[in-house]
């Protein structure tokens, strides 16, 4: 077999993984037009087809999908060789890629991301955010170390190292007239109030969803969205109603700009944060450890009921 460069080994995979040249690029930063032209090298220099290109994205050849195996399995054996380096070295150099919900950024950053740097100073972090449906993808496709979600479907490929069961509340602005609402609901009282909900994709959203569905009510959805921060303006301004976890907003309920009010609908009582990582995968010395102190230091996490990590 022909060297294979980096870059084009990394175009590869992450075409197979977002199943587009489009997405890959997006996903990479870089122009569709280079990604081709690593996927025409790669080939021209294996003397292979390696993918075919159809109306609804790529597949694999079976050549390909060869490839993609020995890709794989170099990865791992590289990061089982990097977590032995780690461990050798003291923890004094590494890299960890974490995929995260929207929600959980501030939260990591203020709570877990100073101690864990000031003890391992030599380590640097790749964050991406998206939503649950995101943080899946990426951990099943080796595209993360570790994984933050809410209400993460159950899933074969994926192993939850640690979680906690976390409400959602109903979230208010302050200084708007739905402010005197009464501090318990059931959502069944909130039907012709005006919303803004995340889309299904969310943990967040598919539990709203599915309440919806048990209850027989349609909230009335001003704004549909992909974005926290969308939300957090929303209720701000008094333009209605929105329903998070409250670890979400902590910042904004204690400056006094969003009153945070419990619904008494024991479906919205179950949705559970999680640590993840794809089933299988040997995780590096520096992300276990990054995971463990994810338990102890987030907010999102801070609650009794916490399954125990596990290696």
Do not use: W
């Not at 195996?69 to 004094?92: C, P, T």
């Not at 170390?145 to 939850?160: C, L, M």
């Amino acid at each position: 077999m022909s060297h294979i460069e980096h870059k084009q080994a990394l175009a590869f995979m992450t075409i197979c993984a977002e199943g587009s040249i489009r997405a890959a690029a997006e996903y990479l930063g870089i122009e569709p037009s280079t990604i081709s032209r690593q996927i025409q090298a790669l080939e021209k220099s294996m003397c292979i087809t390696l993918i075919e290109r159809g109306r609804k994205g790529i597949r694999t050849t079976e050549a390909g999908a060869l490839l993609l195996q020995h890709l794989k399995r170099q990865q791992h054996e590289l990061e089982d060789i990097q977590s032995e380096f780690d461990a050798l070295r003291g923890m004094r150099r590494g890299r960890i890629i974490i995929a995260l919900g929207e929600g959980f950024v501030s939260d990591f950053i203020t709570h877990t991301l100073p101690e864990f740097s000031a003890n391992y100073p030599g380590f640097t972090f790749s964050l991406q955010t998206g939503s649950t449906d995101t943080v899946l993808h990426a951990l099943r496709n080796d595209q993360a170390h570790i994984g933050i979600a809410f209400n993460a479907p159950g899933d074969n490929a994926i192993r939850v190292i640690g979680e906690t069961t976390r409400p959602l509340d109903l979230m208010v602005g302050a200084t708007s007239a739905l402010a005197d609402l009464p501090e318990t609901l059931d959502i069944r009282q909130l039907a012709d109030l005006p919303f803004a909900l995340l889309n299904p994709g969310f943990g967040v959203g598919a539990m709203v969803r599915d309440a919806e569905i048990r209850y027989g009510i349609h909230f009335q959805s001003l704004v549909e969205t992909n974005s926290l921060t969308v939300l957090r303006n929303f209720v701000r301004e008094g333009l209605g109603l929105t329903i998070l976890p409250s670890f979400v907003v902590t910042r904004e309920i204690s400056d006094g700009v969003v009153i945070s009010k419990s619904l008494n609908n024991p479906e919205l009582h179950a949705g559970e944060v999680s640590v993840l990582c794809r089933s299988g995968r040997r995780l590096p010395e520096g992300a276990l450890r990054l995971a463990q102190h994810v338990l102890r230091s987030m907010t999102a996490f801070s609650t009794q009921n916490i399954s125990p990590p596990t290696d």
